[in-house]
C-alpha cells in the first residue's frame, strides 16, 4: 500500500548528540516532501520542504534533510541537538494516490526527547 | 500576518452529544483542509474545500460527520452523535494552491484536541 514510514517512533538523545530521522515513501511520480516539528503545547510548523533542485534541503533551526529519490527517502538531520528540540517530528508527501489529486500524505510521527 | 486558527483549542464531551469545531484559513486561501490525529496514529486527510466548495470528502469516516464552509471563508466541523473513537486531535490548514499543484503548501492551525468520554 502507499503510505509514508517514519522508521523510529521513540528516540531519546543527550544534548550535542547528532539526529537522524528516517522517512521512506513509496509514491511515484511527482512528489513534494516535508518536514513538520510540534513542540509540546504548540502547533505544527513547518522546518523544511523539498519541491526541487539540490536535494539537500537546508530548514530553520539547523535542520536539514536530503532528498534521496533512488531510496525515496527523505531523512531529516541534525549535527547537534539542545533540549529545545524535544517535540514530535513528523514527515510528509504531497503525491498523487489514486483519487488523481495532490494529497498530503503524514507518518506516523517520531517523539524526540533530548537529555538535558 | 495572522496564522490558521482554531477553536476551541481542547473540548471534552460525552458520548451522543455533538461537538462544533471551527477554522478560520489563512485569508485569502481558497483552499481548506480539515485533518484528523487520533492517538499514536498518523494525520489523516478528512477533506478538501475550494472556497465553499467540498472537493474532495473521501477522508470522511462516516456520515456522523458535517463540514461546512459558508461563504468561503471560515469551515465548521461538526460532529453528531459523537462517539469514543471520534477522541483526537482535528488539524485545520490552509494553502492558495490546491491539490492539482504538487507546490501546493499547507500552513496548519494549531488543532482542537477533542475527547469524548
Known amino acids: 500500500a502507499q503510505s509514508v514510514s517514519q522508521h523510529n517512533h521513540h528516540v531519546i538523545l543527550s544534548e550535542a548528540a547528532s539526529l537522524e530521522l528516517g522517512c521512506n515513501y513509496s509514491?511515484?511520480?511527482?512528489?513534494?516532501l516535508f518536514w513538520y516539528v510540534q513542540y509540546p503545547g504548540q502547533h505544527l510548523q513547518l522546518l523544511l520542504k523539498y519541491f526541487s533542485g539540490d536535494p539537500l534541503v537546508k530548514g530553520i533551526k539547523g535542520f536539514e534533510a536530503e532528498f534521496i529519490k533512488s531510496k525515496f527517502s527523505f531523512n531529516l538531520r541534525k549535527p547537534s541537538v539542545q533540549w529545545s528540540d524535544t517535540a514530535e517530528y513528523f514527515c510528509?508527501?504531497?503525491?498523487?494516490?489514486?483519487?488523481?489529486?495532490?494529497?498530503?500524505?503524514f507518518g506516523t510521527g517520531t517523539r524526540l526527547k533530548v537529555l538535558a | 500576518e495572522a496564522g490558521v486558527t482554531q477553536f476551541p483549542s481542547h473540548s471534552v464531551i460525552e458520548k451522543g452529544q455533538t461537538v462544533t469545531l471551527r477554522c478560520d484559513p489563512i485569508s485569502g486561501h481558497d483552499n481548506l483542509y480539515w485533518y484528523r490525529r487520533v492517538m499514536g496514529k498518523e494525520i489523516k486527510f478528512l477533506l478538501h474545500f475550494v472556497k465553499e466548495s467540498k472537493q474532495d470528502e473521501s477522508g470522511m469516516p462516516n456520515n456522523r460527520f458535517l463540514a461546512e464552509r459558508t461563504g468561503g471563508t471560515y469551515s465548521t466541523l461538526k460532529v453528531q452523535p459523537a462517539e469514543l473513537e471520534d477522541s483526537g486531535v482535528y488539524f485545520c490548514?490552509?494553502?492558495?494552491?490546491?491539490?492539482?499543484?504538487?507546490?501546493?503548501?499547507?500552513?496548519f492551525g494549531p488543532g482542537t484536541r477533542l475527547t469524548v468520554l
Open positions: 509514491y511515484g511520480g511527482t512528489v513534494n
Open positions: 490548514a490552509s494553502s492558495q494552491d490546491g491539490p492539482m499543484s504538487s507546490y501546493n503548501e499547507q500552513f
Open positions: 510528509a508527501v504531497n503525491a498523487m494516490p489514486a483519487s488523481g489529486t495532490y494529497k498530503y500524505i
